[in-house]
């Protein structure tokens, strides 16, 4: 039979934790039991200091701080510290933008880099942000591309000689199920195709090897497990061997050689700066590169098994505790082929999570029915994960989610 899970377990596997400390890097409100880290991540203790000193050299020192503090470069310096994190190397990572924007920037040269082809091709359920800007980007080139969409499994086969570029999110946003980067990038290449990989979900939360597995391009979001705040700037990558190959379809004024010549015809910068397009947001840059100073004393091996770890007790804990009240896992079973999150389907889902979030365990819920729950490996305990299950179980059997206001819709679920 499996052993019972009990607190005295979870609190067990908090003593033996190797990222315990880590929790006192952020600041957390008492009482909540905080699983969207996936979505927004924790607000680390040091950024509202950075931020600080940051509006304070602007208050002194004015516009003579893109120089005296090289605001300028930032978007390098804090791309070169992402780029330890997903497996790239300095100068193959630049910051800016939106994930959106950076989509729709590489998707663009990826089929400027493969001439003849003219298919993207992705996963039909794929975040849908990357198939709106693959559609918009179809509709300006007068329907000269196509953009094909396929289930997970159907993927290596569809990879033909029209496909210029294959695009996928690492590990689905929905489901959490991580797709085998290395397995489908060898199989593009084998069929000429190059491969491109949102890590909004992944990065952060385990360790990546782009430059190992054959990456042509990647993009990410930063306010996630990277802990950048709301609406952080994004970042893309661009392996070594195709930057200078690349004229970016959006050409701007911070991605040329030389930005203050101010010369009318573009000319592209010769590193991965010609990526850039406007000027840099100095605040939100420092709000991220705070974020990311965390990592400089963490192990993301460590932080992947804790992932693991988080997920197996949480499934655990809802077999034992949940049973009988409809919940359906919507995330691969073995926590070994999931990201850092567990997903249950369930017809009332979202009046679920905000019958939860009045007991302040905050998850969220993704259309049409599933109920997510982020694991954050920095500062989510195992006793938060088996507090947050007795909740559940306590909104499921006494209903307390059939309300009419828990099942008002906010604009942002």
């Given at each position: 039979?499996?052993?019972?899970?009990?607190?005295?377990?979870?609190?067990?596997?908090?003593?033996?934790?190797?990222?315990?400390?880590?929790?006192?890097?952020?600041?957390?409100?008492?009482?909540?039991?905080?699983?969207?880290?996936?979505?927004?991540?924790?607000?680390?203790?040091?950024?509202?200091?950075?931020?600080?000193?940051?509006?304070?050299?602007?208050?002194?020192?004015?516009?003579?701080?893109?120089?005296?503090?090289?605001?300028?470069?930032?978007?390098?310096?804090?791309?070169?510290?992402?780029?330890?994190?997903?497996?790239?190397?300095?100068?193959?990572?630049?910051?800016?933008?939106?994930?959106?924007?950076?989509?729709?920037?590489?998707?663009?040269?990826?089929l400027e880099l493969n001439p003849g082809r003219r298919v993207i091709l992705s996963e039909a359920d794929n975040f849908p942000t990357d198939l709106h800007i693959a559609q918009g980007l179809r509709r300006l080139l007068?329907?000269?591309?196509?953009?094909?969409?396929?289930?997970?499994?159907?993927?290596?086969?569809?990879?033909?000689?029209?496909?210029?570029?294959?695009?996928?999110?690492?590990?689905?946003?929905?489901?959490?199920?991580?797709?085998?980067?290395?397995?489908?990038?060898?199989?593009?290449?084998?069929?000429?195709?190059?491969?491109?990989?949102?890590?909004?979900?992944?990065?952060?939360?385990?360790?990546?090897?782009?430059?190992?597995?054959?990456?042509?391009?990647?993009?990410?979001?930063?306010?996630?497990?990277?802990?950048?705040?709301?609406?952080?700037?994004?970042?893309?990558?661009?392996?070594?061997?195709?930057?200078?190959?690349?004229?970016?379809?959006?050409?701007?004024?911070?991605?040329?050689?030389?930005?203050?010549?101010?010369?009318?015809?573009?000319?592209?910068?010769?590193?991965?700066?010609?990526?850039?397009?406007?000027?840099?947001?100095?605040?939100?840059?420092?709000?991220?590169?705070?974020?990311?100073?965390?990592?400089?004393?963490?192990?993301?091996?460590?932080?992947?098994?804790?992932?693991?770890?988080?997920?197996?007790?949480?499934?655990?804990?809802?077999?034992?505790?949940?049973?009988?009240?409809?919940?359906?896992?919507?995330?691969?079973?073995?926590?070994?082929?999931?990201?850092?999150?567990?997903?249950?389907?369930?017809?009332?889902?979202?009046?679920?999570v905000q019958a939860l979030i009045e007991r302040r365990v905050i998850g969220d819920f993704r259309a049409p029915d599933v109920m997510r729950f982020g694991f954050a490996p920095l500062y989510v305990r195992y006793v938060?994960?088996?507090?947050?299950?007795l909740a559940l179980r306590d909104v499921l059997q006494t209903r307390a989610w059939d309300q009419p206001r828990f099942r008002l819709r906010a604009l942002v679920t």
């Amino acid at each position: 039979m499996t052993e019972t899970i009990t607190r005295a377990v979870a609190e067990a596997m908090d003593a033996g934790d190797a990222l315990g400390g880590c929790r006192e890097w952020f600041t957390l409100p008492p009482g909540v039991i905080y699983l969207d880290g996936n979505s927004l991540g924790a607000l680390p203790r040091t950024t509202s200091d950075r931020l600080a000193r940051v509006v304070e050299d602007w208050g002194r020192d004015l516009i003579a701080g893109w120089n005296r503090h090289d605001w300028i470069g930032w978007p390098r310096r804090v791309g070169d510290r992402i780029a330890r994190l997903i497996g790239a190397e300095p100068g193959e990572v630049i910051v800016a933008d939106s994930t959106s924007i950076n989509v729709f920037k590489l998707l663009a040269a990826a089929l400027e880099l493969n001439p003849g082809r003219r298919v993207i091709l992705s996963e039909a359920d794929n975040f849908p942000t990357d198939l709106h800007i693959a559609q918009g980007l179809r509709r300006l080139l007068d329907d000269a591309i196509d953009l094909r969409t396929v289930d997970a499994r159907a993927l290596p086969d569809a990879l033909d000689k029209d496909v210029a570029v294959l695009m996928l999110t690492h590990v689905h946003y929905r489901t959490g199920a991580i797709h085998d980067m290395a397995a489908l990038t060898a199989a593009a290449r084998r069929a000429g195709a190059l491969a491109l990989w949102d890590l909004s979900h992944s990065a952060g939360a385990m360790p990546l090897a782009l430059n190992r597995a054959g990456v042509d391009l990647a993009v990410g979001g930063s306010y996630k497990y990277l802990n950048g705040g709301p609406g952080a700037p994004a970042y893309l990558f661009v392996a070594e061997r195709w930057i200078d190959r690349i004229q970016p379809a959006l050409a701007g004024w911070m991605g040329h050689a030389q930005p203050f010549d101010f010369d009318t015809t573009y000319e592209p910068a010769p590193g991965i700066e010609r990526l850039l397009v406007g000027t840099p947001p100095v605040l939100s840059l420092a709000a991220l590169d705070a974020g990311l100073e965390l990592f400089e004393a963490v192990d993301l091996r460590q932080v992947r098994s804790k992932c693991i770890a988080l997920g197996e007790l949480f499934r655990r804990v809802v077999t034992q505790e949940c049973g009988g009240h409809g919940l359906r896992l919507a995330s691969p079973a073995d926590p070994e082929h999931c990201g850092s999150q567990v997903s249950y389907a369930h017809p009332d889902g979202y009046a679920i999570v905000q019958a939860l979030i009045e007991r302040r365990v905050i998850g969220d819920f993704r259309a049409p029915d599933v109920m997510r729950f982020g694991f954050a490996p920095l500062y989510v305990r195992y006793v938060d994960v088996f507090d947050a299950v007795l909740a559940l179980r306590d909104v499921l059997q006494t209903r307390a989610w059939d309300q009419p206001r828990f099942r008002l819709r906010a604009l942002v679920t």
